[in-house]
């Protein structure tokens, strides 16, 4: 199953450092590729590094893809970093 989402970051911080920490963990909790792209930059959702380069600031839009038998629970998750509703 293919999920995508369109969203806007909300958390103060962007993602970086720990929010794109807290996004890999949670990433990696699923067996679905996650796939985040910022613009034309597209990295793998479940490594920091990448999620690192696309200097996501507050207020960047992002396209995250989950592929795979649980996406749609993944997505849902991953949508609560996004939008700064983890602590």
């Not at 103060?12 to 930059?41: D, M, T, W």
């Not at 609560?80 to 509703?85: H, N, P, Q």
Request: glycine share 8%; hydrophobic share 40%.
């Amino acid at each position: 199953m293919l999920i995508e989402k369109k969203l806007t970051i909300q958390n103060e911080q962007g993602l970086h450092a720990r929010p794109a920490a807290i996004f890999v963990q949670i990433a990696n909790k699923y067996e679905s590729n996650i796939i985040v792209r910022k613009g034309k930059q597209e990295v793998n959702g479940k490594s920091i590094m990448g999620l690192l380069t696309l200097a996501a600031e507050k207020g960047a839009k992002l396209n995250i893809k989950a592929n795979g038998p649980d996406a749609k629970e993944a997505i849902e998750e991953l949508e609560e970093v996004i939008l700064g509703e983890t602590p």
